[in-house]
């Protein structure tokens, strides 16, 4: 079955720093690959959506990159901000529509 | 607010009872998914709709768990005989799936299912 995963650990990071997050999947071929936006208790909120063909997307301070050599996606934020603190999912979509999300990564941004 | 609601936000039940939720999706979304969410996990799917057809299934879900979208536009999600292990947080999600896009998934606020 696929898998998923995401940095193990929580991210803590100076603001004004780039935050790095990282995705790696295996057992898998998605057809794309999304990031979403999780806050406590709250559903979670979609960022950017990257195809299998693309090799970069950017959105204000957000890129993303993906690799289905290294079945990998790398999540920035540029200029990280406080508010930027929450929790990160990325999600692979196949041809099916089925959704899978990773475990999530943590991020706080320290002021 | 035009966003995904869903109803309860919390449910206190026990073991045994029978419980069900409902999802509002955004009006002009055809697609509506089930997912299942426990602290420190992603969402995991459980099945989702376009229009009132279930199209997709999870193996995970089990013959206790049925959800149906009879006219195409809320859903509902009904755990029988619930047990501790159903403890989670139950998300809803829409999509405004148009022939040839991607999809993108707007989420409601969840569930938070507590079974003593």
């Known amino acids: 079955s696929q898998k998923i995963e995401q940095n193990s650990e929580a991210l803590n990071i100076q603001e004004g720093k780039t935050a790095t997050l990282t995705c790696n999947y295996t057992?898998?071929?998605?057809?794309?690959l999304q990031w979403y936006r999780q806050d406590p208790g709250r559903g979670p909120v979609f960022l950017l959506l990257?195809?299998?063909?693309?090799k970069e997307k950017r959105k204000e301070r957000l890129k993303v990159t993906f690799d289905t050599t290294l079945k990998q996606s790398l999540f920035h934020i540029t200029a990280s901000q406080p508010a930027d603190s929450a929790t990160y999912l990325c999600?692979?979509?196949?041809?099916?529509?089925?959704?899978?999300f990773g475990t999530g990564t943590s991020l706080t941004v320290i002021p | 607010d035009t966003g995904v609601s869903q109803d309860p936000r919390h449910k206190i039940t026990k073991r045994g009872q029978n419980v069900t939720f409902r999802c509002d999706p955004i009006?002009?979304?055809?697609?509506l998914y089930w997912y299942r969410q426990t602290l420190g996990q992603g969402p995991e799917f459980l099945t989702y709709?376009?229009?009132?057809?279930?199209?997709?299934k999870s193996r995970l879900l089990s013959d206790r768990f049925s959800a149906e979208r009879p006219k195409g536009s809320f859903s509902t999600l009904e755990i029988q005989r619930t047990e501790q292990g159903d403890s989670a947080m139950y998300l809803c999600?829409?999509?405004?799936?148009?022939?040839?896009?991607?999809?993108?998934?707007?989420f409601g606020p969840g569930t938070r299912l507590t079974v003593l």
């Open positions: 999600a829409s999509s405004p799936r148009l022939a040839g896009d991607t999809d993108t998934q707007y």
């Open positions: 057992n898998y071929s998605p057809a794309y």
């Open positions: 990257i195809r299998e063909n693309e």
């Open positions: 999600a692979l979509v196949g041809t099916g529509n089925q959704f899978y």
């Open positions: 009006s002009e979304h055809n697609r």
């Open positions: 709709f376009q229009n009132e057809a279930q199209l997709e």
